[in-house]
């Protein structure tokens, strides 16, 4: 390109750079549409998901597969997110779908903890799926440093933990309602381990620190809920 030597402004940059906007709203417009798959699996998994609260422990196996067919549904639009982002800088864009992908890692957390298998092996009720073994049934890669694509990240994986904690605390007060009193007791039990991990971390991320703030109070309520059936005798005494 010649040198412009006229003191005019070449009209030439602004074009560059509106083809520049245009190619990243393309980008963001391909992901947001695969995002709104997303979104709307992910409302049938809640849905799914939701019904817990009315239910006995005995039957959360209706649930639990009813809930993996809305996940397996996830899990693709997933695969498709990640072949299209990982054509692109992942930091430039994953705040586009980072709160999706907490939803639908939550999904696959509280799914798990019910006692779906979800592709692991045999599932059981209070289990907690680690970061590895979430990445394992969305089929991405997880926390990755080498290389530009795609992955589930850390802070990902405890925002959708924090998630679970309190959907687990409103189990507790309704599983009291079914008379399914074990359930509120393993609940306490679980989120009161899941508190002792969060005190270990020293969290950078500023949202996630300030969400981490309210297990606590997750844990005090399902702990006032475990006290008052105990007062009731509504628990055996060697739990």
């Known amino acids: 390109m010649a040198k412009n030597t ?3 402004v070449d009209p030439a940059i ?11 709203t393309e980008i963001r417009d391909q992901v947001k549409t695969i995002l709104q798959d ?14 817990a609260h009315s239910t006995q422990a005995s039957q959360y196996g209706t649930i639990v597969e009813e809930t993996e067919i809305s996940i397996a549904d996830q899990i693709n639009v997933v695969e498709r997110l990640a072949g299209t982002a990982s054509r692109y800088p992942y930091y430039k864009y994953n705040s586009l779908w ?22 692991l092996g045999n599932g059981y009720q209070g ?15 997880i926390n990755l440093k080498d290389r530009d694509a795609f992955h589930l ?15 687990l605390s409103r ?18 039990k679980f989120i009161k381990d899941i508190y002792a991990g969060f005190q270990i ?39």
Not at 98 to 119: A, E, P, Y
Not at 158 to 166: E, F, N, Q
Request: net charge negative; aromatic share 6%; glycine share 6%.
């Open 98 to 119: 980072s709160r999706d992908i907490q939803n639908t890692m939550f999904h696959v957390l509280l799914c798990g903890w019910l006692g779906g298998s979800l592709g």
């Open 201 to 239: 971390l020293n969290l950078k991320n500023d949202s996630l620190r300030r969400r981490s703030d309210s297990i606590k109070y997750s844990v005090k309520k399902v702990e006032d809920i475990v006290y008052d059936l105990s007062l009731r005798n509504l628990i055996p005494k060697e739990t």
């Open 153 to 167: 990240t850390i802070e990902e994986y405890l925002h959708a933990l924090i998630t679970l904690i309190d959907e």
């Open 171 to 188: 189990l507790a007060i309704n599983a009291v309602i079914q008379a399914d009193f074990a359930i509120s007791l393993q609940v306490s």
């Open 6 to 8: 006229s003191g005019m």
């Open 14 to 24: 602004f074009d560059y750079l509106q083809s520049k906007i245009d190619e990243d």
């Open 127 to 141: 289990r907690l799926l680690t970061l590895e073994e979430v990445g394992r049934v969305l089929k991405v890669p």
């Open 38 to 51: 997303l979104e709307k699996h992910g409302r049938h998994s809640q849905a799914s998901l939701a019904k």
